[in-house]
């Protein structure tokens, strides 16, 4: 470490490192562009929160009577949309992911500092145009934006906030491009492919999808833009356009979107489950190669959300038997999750909980996948809560539980700080709770013929609607909290040392938080990950011994 | 031979430029998906509206479009000859090989703009002033015409952001006391440069040749 | 490094063949090939850029992940349009 009689005074982390808001706002530290996009995300997520919120408590009664329709209309356009692009696809890839990429592969930063920092800064000009056109009075078309009606009939701002997707979007594709390049040229010594640790494998079959799908939805916004500026047909029936079209291609993105949120998720829990269960992850190959698969197959789907819009018998059938397929790596996931839990010593606390419920949850989301890409279910059940309730149990129960998860457990690498577990603890249990009570019952009112984005709706749904709406303020508290107690361990200086939790992962190597450079030599590794002690495993071993 | 200054974090040249490398190919990927929802669309509605799309074809400058192909073409010829020029340590002839290939783009510009005025002048630009005399559906011409300018102009953007970055290069190459430190930048915007036509080689016959 | 880079008169000789081809694109359109005009303009249009991707663009002498990235780049177009297009050419004739 230093040469004998010299006094090497210790590297100020990376959060010392500068104080001043130029020392913030033009840094090229990974880890300071992670913690700017944590809190962007996190203001958006109370944006999309509140417009989620409105909707809840309008859809207590049956009658249209908190706000009107074209409110309404406008209210889950911007939970929609805000909540997609500008929360869930960021969250997990550009706040952990920027962090850890480097940290996890044994590398100083990403391959492009300054294209990283030129991403956060398009992702704030996309939101500040999103946000802008929500004060400007919102847009009524849905986060999908059907043609004709976004083009032609909508008196909304509609072109802010295509406008603000389209930036944005260039802000996934440079996040993309970076980890793709990173992982591809900057690994440690020894660190092989299938050393890895699976977030990066999920990370980077993410980035895949960030860098292909991502273009064709700007194309898309580019062409709604033009129609509805210029006023000719592209996808306008009157002017020879086909408002099909439209939806081929931004399903194209917008499919494997759902895999950019879900992926890296994957990719956290996967890491959680083995430090809390203490043993290695089974079936590690077959994991690294689903995340790819899902990637890879998750292109070749979308066309299930458009089943009743009017594509050809032959080409429905096509999607559908692809989307089956898709479910396959994802169910590989789980039952490698399982084994590892069942074969483990698992540690009940907070980040874990958390894992634990996106397991379960997603488990239930993803069966419901399948009702939906059966040709005969779907019909029945398109464009009702049962979509609804699908999506939010991947995206809400899934995505989100992982990425808190996440949070709880890297939050002392990244802040140096620990959290009050206890609070993690009731905070995760009541989320589980809250998050149920709010989306089961929608599964039951979409089977029963409750359609989606109405305000008003047959008195006979009321109960479910009330359960539901009561499930979310409970699920609205449930984020609210952690929001103060992770906030509240910022007070108290640093203090944890590098591995407070006994992990395996080169990160965990690094003192916390971590210096500007993360490492000062390069890493070696020399085993795979993953190589976790368990303590059941061991005791057996020496019974089988002694 | 002189190398571009490394950055911190990288561990040496060769792992810097081979990053360099695959950035620009990822990003040049994601261009030809951005081009290929359009690509798409046309064939779309060029397999709908066949007919509508032959004759709108007619009132294209073919000619026009042959030389422009012909100027893009050998725009990426003088492009490669820069790049090797620059890895060489040939300064003038490097810096003199970008000022070609930023000329040629310029033409390519310039005829295009005529083209466009031309267009104009004919009646031929979606909108209320659309022309009417049609042997076909007027609505289903005028959607040849919205993917022709859509697909001309987004590529026109491109090249004209291609000459700023050529003209740069050239100034930074022209600076330089080593020219070689500029190489892998310069290969790097040919990349770029490539794609464009690689971009137009399709363009032409799809646009230009219908009928 | 320049030993790598292909020398001036492969570039010269590729620019020719690329002239040779802009040629016969416009002999072709001219010819009466019916439905097989797009196909062979398109073809001959994939040979030039196989050529400017090879040569022009050193795709020939880069690494494998570089190929891999671009013929990736292809391939997903390709995916967007061949299931797009799997609507399109299914569907039934309108009743109007």
């Not at chain 2, 192909?69 to 970008?98: E, F, H, N, P, Q």
Request: hydrophobic share 55%; glycine share 8%.
């Amino acid at each position: 470490m230093t040469t004998a009689g010299t006094l090497a005074l210790p590297k100020p982390s990376y959060l010392a490192a500068g104080w001043s808001l130029r020392s913030w706002f033009l840094t090229l530290d990974h880890k300071r562009i992670a913690i700017l996009y944590l809190a962007s995300i996190t203001a958006f997520f109370f944006v999309g929160g509140a417009a989620a919120v409105l909707m809840r408590l309008e859809l207590a009664t049956p009658e249209s009577d908190l706000v009107t329709s074209g409110v309404y209309n406008r209210l889950f356009t911007i939970h929609g949309t805000i909540m997609v692009w500008f929360f869930l696809i960021p969250s997990i890839p550009a706040v952990l992911g920027n962090f850890l990429v480097p940290l996890m592969i044994g590398a100083r930063d990403l391959a492009f500092p300054r294209l990283n920092l030129l991403s956060w800064y398009l992702f704030m000009l996309g939101g500040l145009l999103a946000v802008g056109a929500i004060i400007a009075g919102g847009v009524d078309t849905g986060w999908t934006f059907y043609t004709p009606y976004s083009t032609t009939y909508a008196n909304s701002a509609v072109i802010p906030m295509a406008a603000g997707i389209f930036i944005s979007g260039f802000s996934s594709i440079l996040t993309g491009m970076n980890f793709i390049v990173t992982v591809h040229t900057m690994r440690a010594p020894g660190m092989t492919w299938f050393r890895l640790p699976l977030f990066i494998w999920s990370t980077y079959a993410t980035s895949l999808i960030f860098v292909l799908a991502t273009p064709v939805l700007a194309i898309t916004l580019v062409l709604i833009g033009v129609e509805r500026v210029w006023g000719v047909g592209i996808f306008d029936p009157s002017l020879g356009g086909d408002p099909v079209l439209f939806q081929h291609l931004f399903w194209f993105y917008s499919h494997p979107a759902v895999y950019i949120m879900v992926l890296p998720a994957m990719g956290v829990v996967s890491e959680i489950v083995p430090c809390f269960a203490s043993n290695r992850i089974f079936g590690y190959r077959f994991i690294a190669f689903s995340s790819v698969a899902i990637a890879v197959l998750g292109f070749l789907v979308w066309g299930h959300h458009m089943f009743v819009a009017g594509l050809s018998l032959h080409a429905s059938l096509v999607f559908a038997l692809l989307s089956f397929l898709v479910a396959i790596p994802s169910a590989v996931k789980v039952f490698n999750w399982m084994v590892t839990l069942r074969n483990g010593t698992i540690r009940y606390r907070t980040p874990m909980l958390y894992a634990l419920g996106f397991i379960g949850l997603f488990t239930i989301g993803g069966l419901t996948g399948l009702y939906l890409a059966s040709l005969a279910v779907d019909l029945h059940v398109h464009d009702t809560y049962f979509v609804i309730a699908h999506f939010h149990y991947i995206m809400v129960g899934g995505a989100v539980m992982a990425y808190l998860g996440g949070i709880h457990f890297w939050w002392p690498k990244v802040t140096g700080r620990t959290y009050s577990e206890p609070w993690g603890i009731f905070s995760a249990i009541l989320l589980f709770f809250g998050f149920n009570l709010t989306f089961f019952p929608q599964f039951v009112l979409g089977y029963l013929g409750m359609v989606r984005r109405v305000a008003e709706y047959p008195p006979e749904f009321q109960v479910l609607n009330v359960l539901s709406s009561a499930g979310a303020s409970i699920l609205g508290l449930a984020y609210l909290v952690p929001l103060v107690y992770l906030t509240r361990s910022l007070i108290r200086p640093p203090s944890v040392g590098s591995n407070p939790w006994n992990a395996t992962g080169l990160e965990w190597g690094t003192p916390s938080p971590p210096t500007a450079h993360n490492f000062d030599e390069p890493p070696v590794v020399t085993g795979p990950p993953y190589e976790y002690e368990n303590p059941q495993a061991v005791a057996s071993q020496e019974a089988q011994n002694g | 031979m002189a190398e571009a200054p490394l950055a911190h974090q990288f561990d040496d040249i060769v792992q810097q430029r081979e990053a360099a490398g695959l950035g620009m190919w990822t990003f040049l990927a994601t261009e030809v998906l951005f081009f290929g929802g359009l690509f798409t669309a046309y064939t779309v509605y060029r397999m709908s509206y066949p007919d509508a799309f032959r004759e709108a074809c007619h009132h294209l400058y073919m000619w026009l479009g042959a030389v422009n192909t012909a100027v893009l073409l050998t725009s990426s010829w003088t492009m490669a000859l820069a790049v090797r020029a620059i890895a060489t340590t040939d300064r003038r002839s490097g810096i003199s090989s970008l000022l070609w290939t930023a000329a040629l783009g310029t033409l390519f510009l310039l005829i295009k703009g005529v083209e466009y005025y031309l267009d104009l002048r004919e009646q031929l630009v979606p909108g209320a002033g659309f022309r009417t005399a049609w042997s076909v559906d007027p609505s289903h011409a005028q959607m040849y015409f919205v993917l022709y300018f859509i697909m001309t102009g987004l590529h026109a953007v491109h090249m004209l952001v291609g000459v700023g970055a050529v003209l740069v290069m050239a100034f930074l190459v022209w600076r330089d006391s080593q020219v070689t430190r500029r190489a892998n930048a310069v290969e790097m915007t040919g990349l770029y440069w490539h794609f464009v036509d690689i971009v137009w080689i399709f363009l032409f016959p799809l646009l230009y040749l219908v009928a | 490094m320049a030993a790598h880079l292909p020398s001036r008169s492969v570039y010269r000789n590729t620019a020719i063949v690329l002239f040779v081809l802009l040629v016969a694109t416009m002999v072709v359109s001219a010819v009466r090939l019916g439905v097989f005009a797009p196909v062979v303009a398109l073809g001959i249009a994939l040979a030039k850029a196989i050529l400017v991707a090879l040569v022009f663009m050193h795709l020939n002498r880069a690494s494998r992940l570089a190929r891999l990235f671009a013929i990736a780049g292809l391939f997903w177009f390709v995916i967007l349009l061949a299931l797009t297009l799997a609507d399109y050419m299914t569907r039934s004739p309108s009743a109007s």
